[in-house]
Structures are given as structure tokens and as C-alpha cells.
């Protein structure tokens, strides 16, 4: 783990000049290389906080509020929600859930 924190602290920042400039010449939407980026950002948020891989923080943070009934979890979407926008965690479970429900069907 130690190996690939280094590796990835010192090439990240080489290879996302040269993945801006790419997207830039080839005429591809950079918002989305961005987009993609957050996501995968705050599915490191995930797995860190709640040691859930695959799923965003606030995707797992409604996830427990709403069929666990875990009272801090509630606490933090109301935080999420304040600072995203209201139902911002919802809407994040529910895309997520629909995303992992199509990907499976396709296993």
C-alpha cells in the first residue's frame, strides 16, 4: 500500500497535466475528466470512512441513515445536504443503486 501512495502522489500530478491536455486537443469535455475525478475522489472518501469501496459518501452516508437508522449517519446527510444541496445524498444512492443494479445485470 505504502508503494502504490507514493507512486501515486508523485505521478498524479504529471498525469493529470497530461490528461488536461489531452482532453484539451482532442476536443473532449474536460468538466467530465473533472467530474470523474471528484467521484473517484469521493469514493476514496468511502472507503475510508466507512470501508465501502464502491460507494460515494453520500450514497452510504443515506444508505445508513435511511435503512440502518444510524443517527450519526443522519446527522452528516443533513450536513451533505446543507453544503450540496437539498436531497443531494438521495439522489446519490439512487444513481449509484441503478448504476450497480445495470452493471451487474450485465455480469
Given at each position: 500500500m505504502l508503494v502504490a501512495l507514493v507512486g501515486v502522489a508523485l505521478l498524479s500530478p504529471i498525469v493529470f497535466v497530461v490528461n488536461i491536455a489531452r482532453k484539451a486537443l482532442?476536443?473532449?469535455?474536460?468538466?467530465?475528466?473533472?467530474?470523474t475525478i471528484a467521484v473517484g475522489l469521493d469514493q476514496l472518501g468511502g472507503s475510508v470512512i466507512y470501508a465501502q469501496e464502491d460507494w460515494t459518501i453520500s450514497s452510504y452516508t443515506y444508505y445508513l441513515c435511511r435503512y440502518r437508522s444510524n443517527k450519526a449517519a443522519c446527522a452528516f446527510q443533513k450536513l451533505i445536504d446543507l453544503v450540496f444541496g437539498h436531497g443531494h445524498c438521495e439522489?446519490?444512492?439512487?444513481?449509484?443503486?441503478?448504476?450497480?443494479?445495470t452493471h451487474t445485470k450485465d455480469i
Open positions: 482532442l476536443g473532449h469535455s474536460i468538466a467530465s475528466y473533472f467530474h439522489r446519490s444512492f439512487k444513481k449509484e443503486l441503478h448504476e450497480f443494479q
